[in-house]
């Protein structure tokens, strides 16, 4: 396999020492914006260098955001390569053209470690399809939040400085909004979800809550009924209706997701044959990422694309109802549907994700969290 690398960041150069001692795989040309010079392969600051050279069947992206990658992903496909992302924002985004065209084209497409870093939950969706019925899917998959809640309720670090730390560990996106404010997380749900179910979620329908504005007082209220609380993804799919969101929940202690430590994620599907499986491993970090990059080259070796075949777009139904912890303006919606005070928040009565998140969209700066119904 020769391979086309664009990008030469924390995956791009872990991609590179991974594949360098193998004989089955070769970075031949990498596309790098700065200067740089190594040994075996040829360094180009021009995508077409990669897209003309017919010796290259593989082309990895390593670049993320949105553009040019999606743009440089497609012309690869066009021209018949295969590809292998860790990109998640490209593929939630883009999925309803990505997938149809590599199915035209005929060509492998594969983006294991665009969620869970490290952890095989992608191609293990692929084994799943095979024999079973997905009706859940989601959990922990962003390590900087991870990270950032850890700190705060192991080791009373503040928001700020656990932050920092996340950064300074090549954790965080470049920009942190992206991590802090769930759409890291959005964007792993949705292609988790599509994956699972065998369709395309209608993305703009999927609510994200994040932790940016999580303080040390709300974490001391949780800390006093042993409650820890973590960013968590959720999409269901149960007789044609299918719902999707992304909010902080609290669990008790002696919860599996109450203990993911550090960058951690724990990711969990619910099966119609296997029942519940869950996934643990480090969602970030360079040679995590890189790992299942690598995996999926080796995929491509063995005959194996895309986990399964794409599908309709179907709609969101949020309707739901539970409860929340809410600290924000206390209006006449939130009055209302108060059942308890916990410190200067409110714990509400059992109400609609969707009624939720839309207050939450009115208030921000405000901090919700879901609230185990069974408390
Ligand atoms: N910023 C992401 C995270 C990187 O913290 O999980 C891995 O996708």
Redesign the pocket.
């Known amino acids: 396999m020769k391979i086309g690398l664009l990008g030469f960041g924390t995956v791009g150069k872990g991609v590179y020492d991974l594949t360098k001692p193998r004989a089955d795989m070769q970075v031949v040309r990498v596309l790098c914006r700065r200067e740089l010079h190594l040994p075996d392969a040829e360094v180009t600051h021009n995508f077409e260098d990669i897209l003309r050279d017919d010796s290259i069947d593989t082309v990895v992206e390593a670049i993320g955001g949105l553009h040019p990658a999606w743009d440089y992903v497609k012309s690869a496909i066009e021209a018949g390569k295969n590809v292998v992302t ?1 990109n ?1 924002a490209m593929v939630a985004t883009f999925y309803d053209e990505l997938i149809p065209l590599t199915e035209k084209m005929g060509v492998h497409f594969r983006c294991t470690a ?2 869970g ?1 490290g952890i095989g939950w992608l191609s293990e969706l692929e084994r799943v399809r095979r024999i079973e019925t997905v009706s859940r899917v989601g959990g922990i ?7 950032i809640l850890d700190s705060m309720s192991r080791l009373n670090l503040d928001y700020a400085e656990a932050l920092r730390q ?1 950064q300074e560990l090549g ?3 470049a920009d942190p909004s ?2 802090v404010d769930g759409i ?1 997380t959005w964007h ?1 749900l949705i292609v988790s979800a599509n994956i699972a179910f065998g369709v395309s979620l209608d993305r703009n329908a999927i609510p994200a809550a994040g932790i940016r504005s999580i303080s040390a007082a709300d974490v001391e209220e949780f800390k006093k009924r042993d409650l820890v609380c973590k960013l968590v993804s959720t999409a269901t799919s149960q007789d044609g209706r299918f719902s999707a969101y992304v909010q902080p929940t609290l669990y008790p202690q002696g919860q599996p997701e109450a203990a993911v430590p550090a ?1 951690y ?1 724990l990711i969990t599907l619910e099966g119609n044959v296997s029942g519940r499986q869950s996934f643990f491993g480090q ?3 360079r040679y995590p ?1 890189a790992y299942n990059v690598v995996q999926d080259c080796a995929d491509f070796l063995t005959g194996h694309g895309f986990y399964g075949p794409g599908g309709p777009k179907v709609s969101i139904d949020n309707s739901e109802k539970m409860v929340y912890y809410v600290r924000g303006e206390k209006d006449a919606w939130l009055v209302a549907n108060g059942a308890e005070s916990w410190g200067s928040a409110i714990v509400t009565k059992p109400v609609s994700v969707e009624d939720m998140h839309a207050w939450l969209r009115a208030h921000p700066g405000s901090f919700i969290a879901a609230v185990p119904s069974y408390l």
């Open positions: 860790a998640k665009s969620v870093g998959m962003n390590g900087t939040c991870n990270y996340a954790y965080a996106e992206t991590d890291d792993k960058n994620n969602g970030a970090g990422t």
